[in-house]
């Protein structure tokens, strides 16, 4: 996937090559911020944004994936239900969600054999990691009036349409709302921090105890009682699986708020629209497949899961394919015929 896309980076805004070390994209700042886990749907607030303190260190796994469920935000599965913003967005009409190229995704996201789990997780966390982040430049690099495209002014928290805004925890841990471009910074900070530290993703081959044989690269989240868990053998800690899962779950929210907000400017207008659908859907594909995502959380883009599905883009023994209301895609692919 990074060859496909490999041409992106001369494309946005004149981006120089990259290093061949496999590290993150990452700030300056090596400081690890506190992304919060609740996304409050219609949060409105007439105050600006708070400036961020000094950055703490990430809050516990436990105290951060229990968020959604203790705030009591997140609806099961039959609660699914939403309606279909209108005037309808750009990223919404089947005219403008093709891609790069055709073919199944699903060949790009499911895992070799002789791969082990965890080693096949990290590598994804890092691909998609450096393809959101080509996108991000876009918005983030600055004008020659000295302004970027996503400023405070022009999003002045992280949202996802009208009813979906994403907050952060400050030193106090309060959940506090900022303006999506100074979010974003810190959650690249904090997912940069993630995959550079050697305790969570290792490199040293010596921390591997063996290497897995294709007949027993099986998904260690189906051995819930054998004291094993997902990358133990790759030598990947015990909270690997779910920090991969917030990693996961943050770039989605990045990836929602450049459709709602900045689809059409600027990627519609610099001819980068099907590259982006191409890296969201890939994205989507990984992260259902791999159990990173779950279904409620893709509320604020499933209307697109929706429209992808019904017109082939999903195929039907994908998770995302499952995840989907097909009904509600093939409405939207009617619509696109009709003047909005």
């Not at 967005?89 to 403008?96: G, H």
């Not at 100074?182 to 995959?195: D, H, N, V």
Request: with cysteine; net charge neutral.
């Amino acid at each position: 996937m990074s060859n496909l896309f490999s041409g992106i980076n001369a494309r946005l805004r004149g981006g120089s090559a990259r290093s061949s070390r496999p590290r993150s994209p990452s700030t300056s700042n090596g400081s690890q911020p506190a992304p919060t886990d609740t996304a409050p749907s219609g949060s409105q607030s007439s105050s600006s944004a708070p400036r961020v303190p000094p950055l703490p260190n990430s809050p516990s796994l436990s105290q951060t994936i229990g968020m959604d469920e203790a705030g009591g935000v997140m609806s099961s599965r039959d609660d699914r239900f939403y309606t279909v913003p209108r005037p309808l967005p750009m990223w919404l009409n089947a005219k403008y969600v093709k891609h790069i190229v055709k073919g199944n995704f699903m060949t790009l996201s499911a895992r070799p054999k002789t791969v082990e789990q965890g080693e096949w997780i990290a590598h994804q966390v890092v691909e998609h990691y450096r393809n959101l982040w080509n996108f991000v430049r876009v918005v983030h690099e600055k004008e020659d009036d000295g302004t970027s495209i996503c400023n405070a002014a022009t999003c002045p928290r992280m949202s996802a349409g009208a009813s979906h805004s994403f907050t952060w925890l400050n030193n106090r841990r309060e959940p506090v709302e900022l303006p999506a471009c100074e979010y974003m910074t810190l959650m690249q900070r904090w997912i940069s921090g993630k995959i550079d530290d050697p305790s969570i993703f290792p490199t040293d081959p010596c921390g591997v105890s063996y290497a897995p044989s294709p007949t027993n690269a099986t998904a260690t989240s189906s051995l819930p009682n054998s004291g094993d868990f997902v990358g133990k053998r790759s030598g990947f800690p015990d909270k690997f699986f779910d920090i991969c899962q917030m990693i996961f779950r943050q770039m989605f929210r990045v990836y929602s708020h450049l459709y709602w907000a900045h689809f059409t400017e600027p990627f519609y207008h610099l001819n980068l629209e099907k590259q982006l659908n191409s890296c969201f859907s890939h994205f989507l594909l990984t992260a259902t497949a791999l159990d990173m995502l779950k279904p409620q959380e893709l509320e604020p883009m499933q209307a697109l899961i929706d429209l992808w599905a019904a017109n082939g883009t999903f195929p039907p023994e994908s998770k995302a394919y499952e995840y989907a209301k097909l009904s509600t895609g093939e409405r939207l692919i009617q619509m696109a015929a009709v003047p909005q």
